[in-house]
């Protein structure tokens, strides 16, 4: 399962880096006060994510179940995140300056795959024996 959970988070966060590109592209740093995509809230959620990665990675090598769980309790905050700037891309935020350019594609993939790892996370950390 650990790596099928791996290849779930690699298209997530592909496909994240490709948003995150057309972002930056598309002058989300310059507009971040007239965006709906706050800059806080854009670095904030791949930075959690990645966070979570190294934890979980850290849990599965040494077999803790806590590092585990904070891998999961800090992906469900990016997933949070996540979810804050899906629903404002969805409202106004795909219309706006910084945001026009998303493809759906790249979007629904990039939320498929997130969702997908965070269930395997979850089951990850569920399923983890401390020896």
Known sequence: MGLVTAAAWTIAALAGVYLLSLWLAG?????????????ALVFAHPALAVSSLVCWAAG??????ALA???????AAAALLGFAMSTRWLGTGR???????FPALAVTLHGLAGVTAFTLVFLTASALRVF
């Open 95 to 101: 219309h706006g300056t910084a945001g026009h350019a």
């Open 27 to 39: 002058g989300g740093l310059r507009r971040a006060k007239v965006t709906r995509f706050p800059a």
């Open 69 to 75: 769980w904070a891998a999961f309790a800090g992906l």
């Open 60 to 65: 599965l090598a040494t077999g803790s179940r």
